[in-house]
């Protein structure tokens, strides 16, 4: 495991001390073990932590810390490793496990740039191993409704969308603080949506367009950003095209009911999609704790921890359901039958391209092209257009 903050915390951790209980099961690859062997971090400090709160969960891990954490880690000769670090650190720690031949799980974005996602998938092919990138969103169950309704063509043809996430302040002033300076919640957060419109309408990106705020949590002339406003424009088979719009913040009030506030509008020829996290969710109140010490509006369904009806404390949702999915299809690949077929089923994971890197160019695209046009409109160039031919991206 490289990186030990809040992502491991709220996902990993759970995974990992449930699949310590249970083990992994499937008729395809047998009864399988999975234990967090090792564990890379810049200071070692909650690592540390963990390892006191985790023992009799977890069997004890080593930990390691400094610039040479990863090196040190690898020697540990990790079936997979996962990357939970600020994203601009994602394609160093990534590139060292590849070469490693690990199996590699990174975090959205996997990398910033197309000329580093190209380097990881040449790599990840030549050393026979998977790099696959959390996109957790497209387990939501309203999201897979959503894939399923256009798969089967009851949804027809996307014109538009507009999608919109909000967080609070504590997120860019505590949670991510010490990684905030010269980045921008776009690239945090409007990946999720910038991949749930690639892999559920397909089509080719072609036009990004961005702008944004700032002021709030860095200087009004810093590239530190507020907020941001990203338009892509997708071209489909028949010459048709559509724009979506995704909107970003992490300044919105800590008191705001909504917390994480979540919205999605897309419009097809023969309907709309509307989702809403707080119109499908529950509403909370508690005296004296809501809405600070617990939210209003929680989400069931990507993150709890429950009491079962059988007495059992559980904690489940598909933001843990994405990291059990990469396990199993590791287990597959390495145990789910003949070595000398071991091939072929790596390429069969590696078509399923909600996850892999070879699917993800033009989510990196898009990433790739907003920082750009963010970093021009800092440096006194504003109103930047990106334009994508597949291959390359042009500034005009």
């Not at 000398?340 to 390429?347: D, F, Q, S």
Request: aromatic content about 10%.
């Amino acid at each position: 495991m490289v990186g030990m903050g809040m992502i491991f915390d709220e996902t990993y951790r759970p995974f990992f001390e449930t699949v310590a209980r249970r083990g992994l099961f499937d008729r395809q690859f047998g009864d399988l073990d999975v234990h967090l062997v090792a564990v890379a971090s810049r200071t070692g400090h909650r690592a540390e932590k963990y390892q006191n709160q985790s023992r009799g969960l977890i069997p004890a891990f080593r930990s390691y810390s400094g610039d040479d954490a990863v090196a040190q880690m690898l020697q540990e000769k990790p079936t997979f490793a996962c990357v939970a670090t600020p994203d601009n650190r994602h394609f160093e720690a990534s590139k060292a496990i590849l070469e490693a031949g690990v199996h590699l799980l990174v975090e959205k974005p996997s990398v910033l740039s197309l000329q580093e996602v190209d380097e990881l998938i040449a790599l990840a092919r030549k050393n026979g191993v998977l790099a696959r990138v959390v996109y957790h969103k497209l387990l939501d169950p309203d999201h897979k409704k959503l894939r399923t309704l256009v798969a089967d063509n009851i949804l027809q043809h996307v014109n538009n969308g507009y999608c919109s996430l909000l967080e609070p302040r504590q997120i860019s002033g505590s949670q991510f603080s010490e990684w905030i300076t010269g980045r921008n919640p776009g690239t945090y957060v409007a990946v999720h949506y910038i991949k749930l419109i690639d892999f559920t309408f397909g089509g080719r990106l072609k036009t990004v367009m961005c702008t944004g705020q700032r002021g709030l949590v860095g200087p009004a002339d810093g590239p530190t950003w507020d907020s941001c406003q990203l338009r892509l424009i997708y071209e489909y088979a028949d010459g048709r095209e559509a724009a979506f719009d995704i909107h970003t913040s992490w300044v919105t009030p800590d008191n705001f009911p909504g917390y994480v506030e979540q919205e999605v509008q897309f419009r097809f020829d023969n309907g709309i999609w509307n989702g809403h996290s707080r119109k499908r969710g529950v509403e909370l109140t508690v005296e004296n704790m809501t809405p600070l010490k617990m939210k209003n509006t929680i989400n069931n369904h990507y993150n709890g921890a429950f009491l079962e009806p059988w007495g059992e404390r559980s904690q489940r949702g598909y933001g843990i359901e994405v990291l059990e999915r990469f396990a199993r299809e590791v287990a597959f690949v390495e145990h789910g039958g003949d070595a000398a077929e071991r091939t072929t089923r790596l390429n069969h994971i590696r078509s399923l391209g909600y996850a892999d890197l070879s699917a993800d160019r033009q989510v990196v695209a898009a990433v790739e092209a907003m920082e750009r046009i963010l970093a021009a409109q800092a440096a006194g160039d504003p109103d930047r257009v990106a334009r994508f031919d597949g291959q390359t991206i042009q500034l005009c």
